[in-house]
């Protein structure tokens, strides 16, 4: 299975961490970063839910990214 590099840093718990995810997620936030910002408040549940689904570590359960604005997002599957 082919996955996109690492690079992102996610923060896990307070912790940062590296997690590699497959070349969709990649495209998936390129696709918000174009986005305005209310419009990403929009899409980011779904985009977050579809992010965890193709992490390499499927026990992790809240995973987060920031922006390019610094802005930590957070996403919980189990809701």
Sequence with gaps: MRRYRPGLIK????????????PVA???????RKLPPNNQNDVLPSVH??????????FVKHVGWC???DVPLYCNPGN
């Design 11 to 22: 923060e896990i718990h307070g912790e940062r961490l590296k997690i590699d995810y497959l």
């Design 26 to 32: 990649k495209e998936l936030i390129d696709a918000v």
């Design 49 to 58: 839910k579809t992010l965890w689904c193709h992490s390499k570590s499927p």
């Design 67 to 69: 922006l390019e604005n």
